[in-house]
Each structure stands twice: as C-alpha cells, then as structure tokens.
C-alpha cells in the first residue's frame, strides 16, 4: 500500500514537471516570437487597424527624423551635432554677415518631406497587410496612395487617398482615404522657429529669454558651436516634443585682425 | 684736444653691441581670408544663394529649370535671381526676411524687394483673440482666429506689442448668459466673444453678458455653481477656482471658499484684492492661496492644495552649479577660470546661465572668446541679468592713452603700466605712440623695435582665443608682443663689459613682463590652458640670434602660479 502510494505520488510530480515544461517552452516561443503577428493572430486587429498602426509607426520614425534634423530627411547643408545631421534654415558662408533665409516656409518643409518620407512605406504597409490577411482568408485592392500630410494646431494629419476595398468571403468594406492622426505640438514650435529664423536674418543673433518668458511651457536652448553654428533646441516642456535645427549668421572668426 | 677725440673714438670703438630679441612667433604674416568673389545660386554644401570663392559653387542640373545652377561673378545682391528680399506665406501669415528670391519662388512664396519687410502685408497690428492678444500680420490673426474659432479682430492701430497685450487685458470680461438646447447656461468670457457666439452655437436663445460677474452668482440663475476644485487658466499665472459649468471664478483662496464666503462667488476680484497679493515670493507651494505671480518666481501647476490639485508652483533655482540661489528669468555668468586683466586662460570660453522655470539652463558665449559674457544688477534690486555679447579687442593695442584705452564704450581693453608698443606692426600713426611713454621718445626707440621699456600699453581685456596650430592669424597678432632691444655695453682696457645703456631689459623680469604682454594679446606667449598645461614653443629669447636656454622654465613657474 505504501508503495503504491509512493509510485502514484512520483507519477503526479512527473505530469507536473511536463506540464512545467511546456509552460516554459510556451513561454519562450511568446517571448521571441514577432509581437506583431502575436496580435494579428491572438488579437484582434482588423486590417484596417494593422494598416493604421504600421503608417503610425513610420510617421512617427520620419517625425522624430525632421524634428532632429532641422526639418529635412536628408539635408544638404546641415552641422553634425550629436551624431544628427542638423539642418540650417539661415545660413551664411560669410564673416560679420547676416544669414541668408534657406527655408522660409518651415511648415510645408516638414509636409512635403514627411510625405516623401511615407508615401513608399505606406505602400510597404499595405503588401505586409495584405501578406499577413492574405494567409486569414482577406483580398485586398486599392490603388498607389496619394498621401497627404496638414501639420495643424494641435495634431498632424496623415491622409491617404488609396481607394482600397478589402473583401473577406464576399464582404467588402470600401475606404476611399486612410486617415491617421497624430497629436502632436509641432506647429506651434515650427512657427517660434520661424521666428527665431527671422531674428538671425535680422540681427544675427536671437534672445532665447524672450521665448521662454512669453511661453511658460517652451524651453529653448541656445548652443553656440566653435564655427559661429547656433544649434537650437525647441521642447514642449510639457510634452517633451523637441525641434532641432541650425543656423549661421554673423560669424566672427578667431584671431582675425583686420576690420 | 686730438688726443680726447681719439679716445672717444676708441671708447666707441670699444663699444659692443648686444643685441636680444625676445620673440614671440616672430613670423610676421599676411592675414588672408578666401575671397568671396562669385553668387551661387546653390553652393556644394546645398546652401542656397551664398558669396563664395568660385570652386564651392554647385553647376549640377537644376531639376526644375534643366539647367546649371547659375553661378555669377557679383555679389548676391546684385543678381536677379539671389536678390535679398522678403518672402511672404500667404497661407500663415508669415513674412521671412532675408529671403533670396530663387528661395521664395521655390516655395511658391510672394517675394518683395525689401529683406526687412517693411511692406504693407507685413505690417504688424494687435489681433485679439479672446481674452488674449497677438501682435501680428493681419493675414496671421486670420489664420490664429479661425484656428480658436474666433471672429478675426485686427487692430492696425495699435503699434506695439505692450499695447497691444493692455489692450486685450482691459477687455470687458464677464458672464456669458445664454441658453443652449432650452437650458440657461453660462461662459465666463469677454464680451465680444460673448455676443458672437450665437453664430457660433446652437444657441437658442439671444446671449446676455454681465459684465464683471461670475458665473457662479446666484442672481444669473444658471447651471453653473460653485465648486471647491480648481483649475489653471491658459495665459494667466493664478490658481483659479472652477464652478461647475468647467468656468473660472476668482483666484483660489481656501477661506473663501462658497460655504465660508458666498460674495466671492458673485463678482470677479481683481488681483490686488486677493489673497497674498503683498506676498513677495508670489504664494510658492501655498496650500491656500493661489495669487501667483510669474515675474516673483511662482506659476499655476499641479501640487498639493487644502483644496483642488493646484497651487503655485516654485519656478526659482536653487543650489545651482555655483551654489547660489536665483529667482525666475534670472540670468548670470559663469567662468572657466580667471577672467579679464588679459587672464583668460587658454581654450576658455564664458558661459550665460538662465534660470527658467525652475531650470537652470547652460547658454555658452562664442567660442575663442569671440564673445564675452556680462552680467550687472538691476538698480536697486538683487536681479541678476547677464548676456553674451562681442569682445571688442581688436583695436585695444592701438590705443596710447589710458583714457583712450579703458573707454568701455568702444573696447574692452586694460592699462598694464611698464612697458610701451610703438606701434610698428600696426597700421596706426606711429607719431602718435610716444604718447604712451614721453620720456622714451629718442634716439633709441630707432634701434629698440615692438614692445618697449617704460610708459603704458593697452591690450585685450578678454585675450582672444587663436587657432595657434593652423593658419597664420594667430602669428600675426601674437607678432605684436615681439620686441628687439639693443644693449649698449663699455669695454674697458683690461677686456671686461659693463652695461652702459637699456641694460634692465637683459634681465629675467623684463621676459616675464613681456610675456604678460604676450598671453594678454590672445593665445601668446607661455601661458596655462583650461587643463593647467603650458608649452615651451610660446616665447623665443635670443642673444645676437642665440636662442637663450633655461630662461622658460622660470617664465612656466611664473605663469603657473
């Protein structure tokens, strides 16, 4: 009888050890495995949704870009700065010379190289949807997207005229346009950068007190490099949005002694 | 009478002359700079519209006009298509100056031929925007009204930026009273906002504005009431209470409450009569009172309250990276060594320090000392302000009076008694630097070249920082320290010399006043850098052409200390 017992207790810690075992090798598949198709198969998100994160995704990676690098993906004429390569919106190659005005129209700067930015990685969206709902039974049409990017108040809107219709066993849905939406503070900091732009043209210099005075929640920092660059750090305090960008105007070079 | 002609003859004869040079990068060399002879419409680098030697021009294919970016042999100025001028964004309202033509039509912008902007669409007016106001275009307060949903109200009248914010804060400010879907209602606002808002609502009844009221006053009979939570208001440093339509009422005063006080409920209280106005630290971490004020260092923010989850939040820096205190907007200077009286050491910069918003905030001043950095107090007060702004040295070494020399108007220069520069390398009138040391004015300056015995010399306050490992420039200025000095010495019959004339400049002193000279004119001469090192190669001392050795080391220690 005890020995039974004893056999019946060592067949139980068995099954338990097994069971263990698959719990971890569960567990280790979830940890490596892609999360993204974790939550296309486990979860659920529509295409639709997929397609709206994945262009979310890459606006935000393209946004981060422009707001380090002076407003362009990638710019010509910029200073190497914290390993970004930081846009001048004034310039001058000159000493003792005002800057010479190089993006005059900051906002649509930020649109236009935004959309360039998106337009073939929405398009890589849409194939990797259609190769991830492909395999669930979903049929996709649409047409190249037209991607429209506005740059508003208090959010930057992202759309994209693609005419897709998504089909799933003779259910269509039809989506002229694919919108997305993203909070964000950047207009406000792109017009004090226009106007910090106008005080280099002006005066060759700008007084970053005067900002932070009239904006509580704007920090400016101001970091003047060995070559005359000022290198501008805009951040929303209270969101942490930051916009960097560069600009040379009068220039005084070391050790020049003549006037 | 021949016979003491002769021996004059034989003493003179007899005289040897010693010459010492003490030379400080004797190289005396030509300053160029590239000259920026040709317009580029684009240069290499991808800059648009810039002066610059001909070889940095960009003559790839424009991909718009098909052809070469242009390039011409005048300045930018002077070409149609780089002309400076003021480019226009009719969308937002925007005027950039210093635009360049090309630039501004590329962006399909209207551009003028005026780089200041002094035009008709960019004259700036006061735009008023609720109970705000922005000094701008008029295009711009139409962009910024439609984005507050406000009707555009431009004020071309006003001229200036304060007038302008008085303007918008003596707005009649009051209730609103309306009905919205048959139930009477309530915004607190100004009252042109309020008489607008019918198109702006579905409003279903006519809006009444009582001016100087709260929402919150029982006579209105609105659904608005009083609350015990509070709210900070875009624009205004106070802790607000908030009544229950989401309005402000009067600044936050935790014995005022509605139960405590119902009056304070009815009619706005201006500042001045409420809580802790006379408070000179603006009500900081106040658990009762919400009258903060910006400029003594306190602002609306979230904390812990006796009522609500707000109160004025301490905007002041404290322990800073020198160990003082500063309040709100304040600014000051920070070092990396000793500064002025030609002290500076080398590879120093001066640094501006802000506090904001509790923030310290590090602002460094130009690089090589190109800019110095100057702080004084506001009269009678313990503020602290302080800016970056440029060294004037330039000119300090031509000045050969002390009065000319310590005008603060025009330079930024210190006397150092002791010694004279006669002007040799300079471009100045030589006949005016006897000035400096009357008595010296002879015979022997003719033979006795740069830096002289006796008298005064004016040289940088702010040594300016060289690029001594390249180029020629700092040769140049550093050449200004050199100084040849002629010895006259007696022999006498037996063969020994006696010095007879010049003679306390062959003496280690005399070396060390002259590298003070030298380390004062810029990065010159033996001088400890921001790490505490020095270099021998920064003075040469030579005897009839010998290079003196040993004489360095006691100059390093010197310069050590």
């Known amino acids: ?259 | 009478m021949e016979e003491k002609i002769k021996e004059k003859k034989f003493k003179k004869i007899l005289i040897f002359i010693i010459s010492i040079y003490l030379i400080v990068y004797s190289v005396s060399a030509e300053i160029t700079w590239p000259a920026f002879n040709v317009c580029c419409e684009k240069t290499k680098n991808g800059a648009w519209c810039q002066n610059t030697p001909e070889e940095n021009c960009d003559l790839s294919i424009n991909p718009l006009t098909k052809a070469p970016y242009r390039k011409t042999p005048a300045s930018c100025d002077a070409t149609s298509f780089c002309k400076m001028g003021c480019c226009v964004d009719t969308s937002e309202g925007l005027c950039m100056e210093n635009t360049p033509q090309k630039v501004c039509e590329l962006y399909a912008g209207t551009w003028f031929d005026d780089n200041q902007c002094n035009i008709q669409q960019c004259k700036l007016g006061c735009c008023i925007l609720g109970d705000q106001a922005s000094f701008v275009t008029l295009t711009r307060c139409k962009k910024l009204s439609s984005i507050y949903g406000l009707e555009t109200n431009f004020r071309k009248d006003i001229t200036s930026e304060s007038a302008c914010i008085a303007l918008a804060n003596a707005q009649d400010k009051g209730a609103c009273v309306y009905e919205l879907d048959g139930e009477r209602t309530c915004k607190f606002t100004t009252r042109g906002e309020c008489l607008n808002a019918k198109k702006s609502a579905n409003i279903t009844k006519e809006p009444e504005f009582f001016k100087d009221y709260l929402c919150s006053a029982d006579e209105l009979g609105t659904n608005c009431g009083p609350t015990t939570e509070t709210m900070c208001v875009e624009g205004k440093d106070e802790v607000y209470f908030k009544d229950t339509c989401g309005n402000p009422a009067n600044i936050y005063d935790a014995n005022r409450i509605y139960s405590k006080d119902p009056g304070y409920w009815k009619k706005v209280v201006p500042k001045s009569q409420s809580c802790g106005f006379n408070n000179k630290d603006g009500n900081i971490n106040s658990k009762n009172c919400g009258n903060c004020n910006y400029l003594q260092g306190s602002l609306c923010g979230k904390g812990s309250a006796s009522y609500g989850d707000n109160i004025c939040k301490d905007l002041n820096c404290y322990n800073t990276q020198n160990g003082k205190n500063y309040k709100n907007g304040e600014s000051w200077c920070e070092y990396q060594g000793e500064v002025g009286n030609g002290n500076d050491l080398v590879g120093s910069r001066h640094f501006r320090h802000i506090c904001i918003n509790g923030e310290e905030i590090i602002e460094p001043c130009a690089d090589y000392r190109n800019e110095v950095c100057y702080e004084s107090k506001i009269a009678g007060t313990d503020f602290t302000e302080a800016a970056c702004r440029v060294n004037r040295w330039k000119d300090c070494i031509d000045q050969f009076n002390e009065k000319d020399c310590l005008n603060s108007d025009k330079r930024d220069c210190f006397w150092l008694n002791g010694s004279h520069y006669d002007g040799s390398a300079s471009n100045v009138n030589k006949n005016t630097n006897t000035s400096s040391n009357p008595e010296k004015a002879d015979t022997s300056q003719t033979e006795n070249r740069g830096i002289l015995n006796g008298g005064g010399i004016c040289l940088p306050n702010y040594p300016p920082g060289l690029k001594f490992w390249e180029g020629s420039e700092a040769k140049a200025i550093c050449s200004l320290g050199n100084s040849r000095q002629v010895i006259h010495y007696e022999l006498n019959i037996f063969g020994g010399k006696k010095c007879k004339e010049n003679c306390e400049v062959y003496s280690i002193e005399w070396v060390k006043k002259l590298n003070r000279i030298c380390s004062s004119l810029g990065d010159c001469g033996i001088k400890s850098n921001l790490v505490g090192k020095s270099t021998d190669d920064g003075v040469v001392v030579k005897v009839n052409g010998t290079v003196i050795s040993g004489i360095m080391e006691k100059i390093k220690e010197s310069s050590n200390k």
Request: glycine share 6%; proline share 3%; hydrophobic share 35%.
């Open chain 1, 1 to 259: 009888m005890v020995i039974k017992k004893i056999r019946f207790n060592k067949r139980a810690q068995l099954s338990l050890f097994v069971i263990l075992g698959i719990l971890v090798i569960i567990i280790v598949i979830i940890f490596f495995t892609n999360k993204e198709s974790l939550k296309i198969w486990f979860g659920k998100e529509s295409p639709l949704e997929y397609i709206n994160r994945c262009t979310k995704d890459y606006a935000n990676e393209g946004l981060e870009m422009l707001k380090m690098q002076g407003g362009s993906i990638n710019p010509e004429n910029y200073y190497m700065y914290q390993n970004y390569k930081v846009g001048y919106v004034c310039y001058t190659s000159e000493i003792y010379k005002r800057c010479v005005m190089q993006k005059p129209f900051l906002k649509e700067d930020f649109e236009v190289e935004l959309k360039k930015f998106l337009t073939p990685r929405i398009e890589e969206c849409l194939k990797k949807s259609e190769e991830i709902y492909g395999k669930k039974g979903y049929s996709f049409s649409y047409k190249k997207p037209d991607v429209n990017v506005s740059i508003n108040f208090n959010n930057i809107l992202i759309k994209s005229n693609l005419d897709m219709v998504i089909d799933k066993d003779g259910k269509k849905e039809n989506y002229k346009d694919l919108n997305v939406n993203i909070d964000s503070g950047l207009y406000e900091l792109l017009m004090i950068e226009s106007s910090i732009a106008n005080w280099e043209a002006r005066y060759g210099d700008s007084e970053s007190m005067v900002y932070m005075y009239y904006y509580p929640n704007l920090k400016v920092e101001k970091k003047i490099q060995s070559d005359g660059t000022r290198i501008y750090i805009l951040t929303n305090r209270k969101t942490n949005e930051k916009l960097m960008f560069a600009s040379k105007s009068v220039v005084f070079p070391p050790g020049v002694t003549g006037s």
